[in-house]
């Protein structure tokens, strides 16, 4: 069965860095498009950022030129590079796998930014 897994999320200073993977099983990596989300305690799940299978990206106008997705289909991995970290981007990350009807949710990793 399908199954999406994220990894690299942790503390990490104002400022800092992080880089958030995900990675899927049992579906054609490749034919998905893939998104991250996040959620923080009390807020709605918002959209972060998204690539499509043929790799055209977009984002939220909160991470447009801090935060950068990327997919390797030879790996079926999607990353969130994430730089310039600020206190409000703590949250829950997921990743999801979506075409036509059919749509996958990961987990979920904890990025916490704090001094």
């Known amino acids: 069965q399908a199954q999406l897994v994220e990894s690299g999320g942790g503390l990490v200073q104002p400022g800092g860095s992080l880089t958030l993977s995900c990675a899927a099983s049992g579906i054609t990596f490749s034919v998905y498009a893939m998104g991250w989300y996040r959620q923080a305690p009390g807020k709605q799940r918002e959209l972060v950022a998204t690539?499509?299978?043929?790799?055209?990206?977009s984002y939220a106008d909160f991470v447009k030129g801090r935060f950068a997705i990327s997919r390797d289909n030879a790996k079926n991995t999607v990353y969130l590079r994430m730089n310039s970290l600020k206190p409000e981007d703590a949250a829950v990350y997921y990743c999801k796998a979506y075409i036509f009807s059919s749509v996958y949710w990961g987990q979920g990793t904890q990025v916490t930014v704090s001094s």
């Open positions: 690539i499509t299978s043929a790799g055209t990206t």
